[in-house]
């Protein structure tokens, strides 16, 4: 009581919206009833991972206005009536009104124009709508989205069917669209993009990356008085002239043309002379980087962003980027020919803001770039070695000692790290990210060290660190409390006792064991009744797991969204288990089961029919399972990879 | 106006060449207010400008641009005018005019005198002094029309530069692509839209012989000749036939005379008789037997046509009623029976449907209609899955207020203008963009609603299906939410 009387509501309030990370909140909601409530009606966001919830949830959290449906089972016009009836009935009848985001990406294609036109008149504030990756959605859906006049920000990604007329629906009834993507949606074509150009004035985001759309797009993408940034990547059509073309506007601040095989340096150029305000220039896999275009980017006073992935660079090209760019704070060499020692250390020479660093595959930098970067650029962020195997402790520690701020390392396949190279880079304490896969050199003493020092790692890869073994995850479940993402794939020597000790890690949500043949049931069983959040789970290979493991998942594991049950020993009633009672499943592999017969998978997948949206099998099943049941799948937008 | 502008059909090949006709009318009048200044300000280029100026004073902003690279360009075009017509003399030209004047007051007169005279003798007519009074009046109307032809005549050259001007001029960046696609449209249409005359004139002409005259013998068949259905006919009974091959296969009925191999042979070709004689064949081309028609070899521009098909063709598609009616669609009028086939041909398929009720045979074509009307969209046909729900977004009642449906062309020259009437800067600039096509406004006043449906909320087909309830959930508090 004596806090409450301390702390009144609007103090509680404020306290509670500085408040960002999951499991805080959680924590901040089992304080008192007061804490529960300011939490409740404060709450704007919510992401939904199990629908059974969502009428409770929106019910405790009436002032929600972006709702994320994407990593619910199964969205569809049934749910959507419900929803939106019961948010006008109870009390959440604001979300009928004030709901501003949507995310409904990946929701089958139970989902239809019925149940987007019930949103489009129920959720007329809607500003923000994610659509993406709903493979079926068409132009008639595309037709009830153009209801919602003042959405400004719309994701279509991999819409396959929606054509020019649905773009042209969606053109006309959103005209203050201001961020649009239609990365995949392959029928749209340059008649869509004209018209789009013609009606979306306010836009000034626009992806439209891997469509066959031909300079004349760009032409008229150019009269968008305010755009801003235009992804562009992989447009076989556009050439240098469609470059060009962008060139007679002049707000572009971003601009990413990766992977366009027409396109060269000369065309760059144009862009850059007449958008001097360009601050991210992304441009992987040009085919040569022209003296005209290192020498156009001197114009650019404000790029902060230059990614070259895939191009040929040289020590003198690496010179010109660092004295024409001075302001630049990411740089991406990943796979670039011709990334020596020399060429970074006049790169990285004049650069203390960088805060990105790539150089992924660069295979001839040693130590001595590794060291003058961290001389050189103290407040790097991120550094990507991916591949860089000359790079030893000796380079990591000048790194840990310089770069204090480092929060994501990628050292894959950096066979010249070992324990005390991760020794030093345990110095870095905000480490976030941690990629170690293929470094055979490293043991538990090393990571015993990343485990003590780092607690904010939420990702790790251990992928084939055969010198890892059940201590490591033991120290790992002590210090880092907020591992999400773990891959402890082919760490050969791992047992049951360290996939229980896994168990402890509360936040874990993906982990990936491949090929782990020291663990049995008991050590799955073991980790699934703790590790209550895990959505992600890989067990391929994993051959000496019995059905008690298998058991334990389908008892306990219930926000598990995908499984890889590819090559284990599962038998057909556990299996059927396993896929009834997770009502979360989603994506299920199921390859080489060696001890399912075909009606164990009849079974499994009747079990799983309604929610799944994803399994993938041995081919030779296609013709042995009841057609009646492929037509259920079919029909509920399930897609069958038959591998 | 024309008789193309009859067609009312609805397909954008129409349109186009409506949109033709408008252009050389705009053209026209663009010249004739040239004239008037000319005479007005003595060749000032600049108090011409000021002149547009003051009527574009009362345009909105975004316009103006535009508008004034129009006046920039018809300028142009009537410094090149000067100087490429220096033979052209206004006085002549108001000579001329004022001898029509007369001309068009005698003729006024005379009518006035045969009405007044008809009344006063209400008795039956006498035919002979009718018929003289017609011949009379039809031969001073036509010398009038060959006057007012050739005095229009000696513009000519200056119309058609302004006409190319006015036709590039609506090309900023933002538009090209539209005009790019939109120009080489027109020919394609040729292969596409069947309708139009002036389109299949060009087929005919294929590409645009120029022979000097003279170097060609010009047949001209009668009208009746023209119109007659068949054109051999079988000397013993008088059936007609189409062709010759056919009358021979009919004449073997008439008897064993005519089944010799000899009767039977294709008579020999008058170009190997000619050639046999050695004499030096004269290319024929042929004229068009309605006067005042620029395939008539009168006609000061005369354009030969290359066949007797040709004639046909071109004399029924232009002269003739169009009696020819598409059963499907039953708006579309042909009058010939070719043009109707291959409209059948692609009548009702793949038609591009706005909002707004218009239909198009192409979808670039219903996207440039889209682009050009504020609100309008297009129409997606209804499900095969028996859900007929018309998608058509046709709310906003600005898009049939927006004031370009009344946008009307007999106020000539001011229909370049007008474009005041419209009330958003997108959709009056990118109407802007090709000011020569305000073809497709002319739908009268607002737009016909299209189909316009709802979507039933009460849907009782919706199938809630989840399977939740059979399991138990350990921890229920944690799952829900992340």
């Known amino acids: 009581m004596s806090i409450l009387a301390v702390l009144t509501e609007d103090l509680l309030v404020r306290v509670n919206s500085r408040i960002e990370d999951g499991a805080d909140r959680r924590s901040w909601r089992l304080v008192c009833k007061e804490f529960l409530r300011v939490d409740s009606l404060t709450r704007k966001s919510l992401r939904v991972l199990r629908s059974e919830f969502i009428f409770s949830l929106l019910r405790r959290f009436p002032n929600v206005d972006a709702l994320d449906l994407s990593a619910c089972p199964r969205v569809d016009d049934g749910m959507l009536t419900l929803l939106l009836a019961r948010g006008a009935a109870s009390t959440t009848a604001s979300l009928r009104w004030n709901l501003r985001s949507l995310n409904l990406s990946r929701a089958t294609n139970g989902m239809s124009f019925k149940g987007l036109a019930l949103i489009a008149s129920a959720c007329s504030q809607l500003e923000k709508l994610d659509l993406s990756y709903n493979c079926r959605l068409g132009d008639r859906e595309a037709a009830a989205i153009s209801g919602i006049e003042g959405l400004k920000e719309l994701r279509l990604d991999k819409c396959l069917e929606v054509t020019d007329v649905g773009l042209v629906k969606i053109a006309v009834g959103c005209q203050k669209l201001e961020k649009l993507s239609l990365k995949w949606c392959m029928e749209i074509s340059d008649l869509g993009v004209n018209l789009l150009s013609v009606k979306c004035w306010s836009l000034k985001f626009l992806d439209i990356s891997y469509l066959k759309v031909t300079n004349e797009s760009l032409c008229s993408i150019a009269s968008l008085p305010k755009l801003e940034g235009l992804t562009m990547v992989g447009c076989p059509l556009v050439n240098d002239s469609g470059l060009e073309f962008l060139s007679r506007g002049h707000s572009l601040k971003e601009i990413d043309i990766s992977r366009c095989e027409g396109v060269s340096s000369s065309g760059l150029v144009s862009l850059i002379r007449a958008h001097c305000n360009l601050m991210r220039i992304i441009a992987g896999y040009l085919p040569e980087l022209s003296a005209a275009l290192l020498d156009s980017l001197k114009l650019l006073k404000n790029l902060t962003t230059l990614i070259i992935n895939g ?34 250390l006049q790169l990285v020479s004049s650069h203390q803001k960088l805060k990105v660093l790539d150089l992924t595959c660069c295979g001839s930098v040693t130590d001595a770039a590794v060291c003058a970067v961290a001389d050189s650029c103290s407040s790097l962020v991120r550094l ?69 020092n780092c607690s904010e790692l939420c990702e790790l890869d251990l992928y084939r660190c055969t010198g890892i073994g059940d201590e490591t995850l033991a120290a790992l479940s002590n210090g880092c409390k907020k591992l999400k993402k773990l891959n402890i794939s082919y760490c050969i020597e791992i047992t049951d006792r360290g996939m229980k000790s896994l168990g402890s890690l509360g936040e874990l949500v993906d982990l990936e064991m491949r090929g782990l043949h020291n663990v049995t049931g008991v050590g799955l069983a073991a980790f699934a009744a703790m590790s209550k959040r895990l959505a992600d789970l890989d067990l391929k290979h994993c051959e000496n797991i019995d059905d008690s493991g298998f058991w334990a998942l389908a008892c306990y594991s219930h926000n598990l969204r995908q499984i890889n049950l590819s090559n284990c020993n599962i038998s057909d009633v556990t299996l059927c288990m396993v896929m009834g009672n997770l009502t979360r499943l989603q994506e299920a592999k199921l390859v080489h089961l060696p ?36 037509e259920i799948l079919h029909a509920k937008g399930c897609i069958i990879r038959w591998d | 106006m024309d008789p193309e502008a009859e067609i009312c059909g609805d397909t954008w090949g129409t349109r186009s060449s409506l949109s033709n006709s408008v252009q050389e009318k705009s053209a026209d009048f663009g010249s004739q207010q040239q004239l008037q200044k000319k005479w007005d300000n003595n060749n000032n280029n600049s108090s011409s400008i000021m002149d547009y100026g003051f009527r574009i004073g009362q345009q909105q902003p975004p316009l103006e641009e535009q508008v004034n690279r129009q006046i920039n360009n018809s300028i142009q075009g009537k410094n090149s005018n000067e100087n490429k017509s220096p ?35 209400p008795s039956k007519p006498d035919e002979l002094l009718t018929q003289q009074q017609q011949q009379l009046i039809t031969a001073d109307l036509t010398s009038i029309i060959v006057q007012l032809i050739s005095t229009a005549g000696t513009l000519l050259p200056s119309v058609k530069t302004i006409g190319q001007f006015s036709q590039f001029t609506p090309k900023p960046a933002a538009a090209s692509p539209d005009q790019q696609h939109q120009q080489p449209n027109n020919s394609m249409d040729v292969d596409h839209n069947y309708s139009t005359t002036e389109e299949h004139e060009e087929h005919e002409d294929g590409e645009a012989e120029h022979l000097p005259p003279g170097s060609y013998e010009i047949l001209q068949l009668e009208k009746e000749e023209i119109l007659a259905p068949h054109t051999h006919f079988c000397t013993i009974c008088g059936k007609g036939f189409k062709r010759d091959a056919n009358l021979r296969m009919h004449m073997r009925g008439h008897g064993d005379e005519y089944k010799t191999p000899a009767a039977l042979a294709k008579p020999p070709a008058i170009k190997e008789v000619s050639s046999a004689a050695a004499e030096p064949v004269m290319i024929k081309r042929y004229s068009c037997p309605f006067s005042g028609c620029k395939r008539n070899k009168d006609h000061k521009k005369f354009q030969p046509l290359k066949t007797i098909l040709c004639v046909k063709n071109h004399y029924k598609r232009t002269h003739c009623d169009k009696s020819y009616v598409c059963s499907r669609c039953n708006t579309k009028k042909f009058s010939v029976m070719a043009d109707l086939k291959t409209h059948e041909k692609h009548c009702g398929r793949d038609k591009w449907l706005c909002s707004c009720g218009t239909t198009f045979s192409r979808k670039d074509k219903l996207f440039g209609h889209i682009a050009l009307f504020q609100g309008h969209t297009p129409a997606i046909p209804p499900d095969e899955t028996k859900t007929v ?15 370009l449906g009344r946008m009307d062309f007999s106020s000539g020259d001011q229909a370049l203008m007008d474009f005041k009437s419209v009330d958003d800067p997108v959709g009056a600039v990118a109407s802007c963009f090709s000011p020569l096509n305000f073809d497709s406004c002319n739908f009268g006043g607002g737009f016909p609603e299209f189909n316009r449906q709802g979507f039933d909320d009460s849907e009782a087909s919706f199938s809630f299906l989840l399977s939740g309830g059979s399991c138990n959930y350990s921890n229920q508090k944690t799952g829900g939410e992340s």
């Open chain 2, 87 to 121: 033979e052209w003399d206004p006085s002549a030209m108001l000579n001329n005019l004022s001898f029509l004047e007369q001309k068009i007051h005698q003729l006024n007169d005379m009518v006035h005198l045969i009405i007044t005279r008809k009344g006063r003798v």
């Open chain 2, 389 to 403: 729900v018309a998608l058509a977004h046709t709310d906003d009642p600005a898009a049939d207020d927006s004031g």
């Open chain 1, 384 to 452: 990507k070695l991916e591949a860089c195997y000359m790079v030893t402790e000796k380079g990591l520690e000048r790194l840990a000692s310089s770069c204090l701020l480092l929060e994501e390392v990628d050292l894959t396949d950096c066979s010249g790290i070992n324990d005390s190279g991760l020794e030093c880079l345990s110095r870095c304490s905000r480490l976030v990210s941690l990629k170690l896969g293929l470094c055979f050199t490293i043991s538990d003493k090393g990571l015993s060290y990343i485990a003590a």
């Open chain 1, 311 to 344: 191009t040929q660079v040289s020590d003198t090209v690496l010179q010109t980027i660092s004295s024409n760019c001075k302001s630049l704070i990411e740089i991406g060499l990943s796979k670039c020919i011709g990334v020596t020692n020399v060429g970074i």
């Open chain 1, 595 to 630: 001890n399912i017969t075909v009606e164990g998978f009849e079974l499994a997948l009747r079990a799983c029919c309604v929610r799944i949206k994803k399994v993938k099998m041995v081919s030779e099943l296609r013709l042995l399972l009841s057609s009646e049941i492929l």
